[in-house]
């Protein structure tokens, strides 16, 4: 192969990842300003990390013995026990409120983002795991990229990669003008292909190029022009709109829209790690609290909405309600401490050991 390896771990990768967790905590806190309602852009960028990193792992493993096997255990290890272990306590509330729970099956087979995505998000479940759809994206992509990346050449692959980017939109298209479901516009694998599709074909990109370095330059002009477009789509339709899929995914003229964040964040993320180390971009995402917040950020992003719903119904609306500043500002100051404190447990009694036993995998 004709690129040179990047280094296993990329600080600046954690930093992304606490760029993303933060974006979409900060928006299901429901503030007050627009400024927030981009905020699910986030999980845009989770996807676009994950296209890059999991492609990375095939492409490097491609022709290893049991490979395939290999990565399924591996990504079993580090997704699954505590999303089960969220559904278990989920389900237990509800079974013990009496909330409803004839989807559960959706939820127990990673199929949720079809259910939400088609019912508005108003699953006959707690809305608590509504959140969870994006993981169900991501799984899909886990079980059936592989198939397909084990198999080709990296420079079909690549192929491939573009070809997904390119069809993802056309999908999203036909949803809009023929289903009309802005839903499934957002929460299905195909039309949010582009995103790990744009991270896939990146990775593919350092591992063929000479030297992978130069991707940097035409990167940066990718994310300028991504996001001169996006800033008119986004001043066209206001920042209001976009709290809502309903409202924004109706437009015809947003079809794009995800495309171009496919690419914003593709360009991003080539510019964090390939860009020079001493850049500002780099230092800033290598700094200390950026990656430990990205270390724990799936268990940030998997209890923050249920640790959202714990502060608001068991223990702000227990206390009265009071219009200071101080007042106001509390409940969300509580929301993300417990949410922290629920990821950071979790990474060190259950994530961090088993992270050590897939290491042992690989």
Same mark, same amino acid.
């Given at each position: 192969?004709?690129?040179?390896?990047?280094?296993?771990? %990329?600080?600046?990768?954690?930093?992304?990842?606490?760029?993303?967790?933060?974006?979409?905590?900060?928006?299901?806190?429901?503030?007050?300003?627009?400024?927030?309602?981009?905020?699910?852009?986030?999980?845009?960028?989770?996807?676009?990390?994950?296209?890059?990193?999991?492609?990375?792992?095939?492409?490097?493993?491609?022709?290893?013995?049991?490979?395939?096997?290999?990565?399924?255990?591996?990504?079993?290890?580090?997704?699954?026990?505590?999303?089960?272990?969220?559904?278990?306590?989920?389900?237990?509330?509800?079974?013990?409120?009496?909330?409803?729970?004839?989807?559960?099956?959706?939820?127990?087979?990673?199929?949720?983002?079809?259910?939400?995505?088609?019912?508005?998000?108003?699953?006959?479940?707690?809305?608590?795991?509504?959140?969870?759809?994006?993981?169900?994206?991501?799984?899909?992509?886990?079980?059936?990229?592989?198939?397909?990346?084990?198999?080709?050449?990296?420079?079909?692959?690549?192929?491939? $990669?573009?070809?997904?980017? @390119?069809?993802?939109?056309?999908?999203?298209?036909?949803?809009?003008?023929?289903?009309?479901?802005?839903?499934?516009?957002?929460?299905?694998?195909?039309?949010?292909?582009?995103?790990?599709?744009?991270?896939?074909?990146?990775?593919?990109? @350092?591992?063929?190029?000479?030297?992978?370095?130069?991707?940097?330059? *035409?990167?940066?002009?990718?994310?300028?022009?991504?996001?001169?477009?996006?800033?008119?789509?986004?001043? $066209?339709?206001?920042?209001?709109?976009?709290?809502? %899929?309903?409202?924004?995914?109706?437009?015809?003229?947003?079809? *794009?829209?995800?495309?171009?964040?496919?690419?914003?964040?593709?360009?991003?993320?080539?510019?964090?790690?390939?860009?020079?180390?001493?850049?500002?971009?780099?230092?800033?995402?290598?700094? $200390?609290?950026?990656?430990?917040?990205?270390?724990?950020?799936?268990?940030?992003?998997?209890?923050?909405?249920?640790?959202?719903?714990?502060?608001?119904?068991?223990?702000?609306?227990?206390?009265?309600?009071?219009?200071?500043?101080?007042?106001?500002? $509390?409940? *969300?100051?509580?929301?993300?401490?417990?949410?922290?404190?629920?990821?950071?447990?979790?990474?060190?009694?259950?994530?961090?050991?088993?992270?050590?036993?897939?290491?042992?995998?690989?």
């Amino acid at each position: 192969m004709a690129g040179q390896p990047l280094p296993k771990y %990329m600080p600046e990768l954690d930093g992304l990842r606490a760029v993303a967790v933060g974006a979409v905590m900060l928006y299901h806190l429901n503030p007050r300003s627009d400024w927030f309602s981009l905020g699910w852009t986030g999980v845009v960028l989770f996807f676009v990390l994950s296209g890059f990193l999991i492609t990375g792992i095939l492409v490097d493993s491609a022709g290893a013995p049991a490979a395939l096997a290999g990565f399924y255990a591996r990504r079993a290890l580090r997704i699954l026990p505590i999303y089960y272990l969220s559904l278990v306590v989920v389900t237990i509330w509800a079974a013990v409120h009496h909330e409803p729970l004839s989807d559960l099956r959706y939820y127990l087979t990673y199929t949720q983002n079809y259910l939400l995505g088609a019912t508005d998000f108003r699953p006959a479940f707690p809305l608590l795991l509504n959140h969870t759809w994006s993981l169900a994206v991501e799984q899909q992509f886990y079980v059936l990229w592989p198939l397909v990346a084990l198999r080709l050449r990296p420079r079909r692959l690549l192929a491939v $990669a573009v070809a997904l980017l @390119v069809l993802a939109t056309a999908l999203r298209a036909l949803i809009l003008f023929d289903l009309r479901s802005p839903g499934l516009i957002y929460t299905s694998l195909p039309t949010q292909m582009d995103s790990l599709a744009a991270g896939a074909a990146l990775a593919i990109l @350092v591992r063929v190029v000479p030297d992978p370095r130069s991707l940097a330059r *035409p990167a940066l002009g990718l994310m300028a022009a991504a996001g001169a477009v996006l800033l008119v789509l986004i001043h $066209a339709d206001g920042l209001a709109a976009f709290w809502h %899929m309903e409202t924004w995914g109706s437009e015809p003229l947003d079809i *794009p829209f995800l495309t171009l964040l496919a690419l914003l964040f593709s360009g991003l993320l080539a510019v964090s790690v390939l860009g020079s180390p001493s850049g500002l971009l780099p230092s800033l995402l290598r700094l $200390a609290l950026p990656r430990h917040l990205g270390r724990i950020s799936y268990g940030l992003y998997m209890y923050h909405f249920p640790a959202y719903f714990l502060v608001d119904r068991l223990i702000w609306g227990y206390l009265p309600q009071q219009d200071g500043r101080l007042e106001q500002l $509390a409940p *969300p100051a509580a929301k993300l401490l417990l949410a922290y404190l629920l990821a950071l447990a979790s990474w060190q009694l259950i994530e961090s050991p088993l992270s050590r036993l897939k290491s042992r995998l690989s």
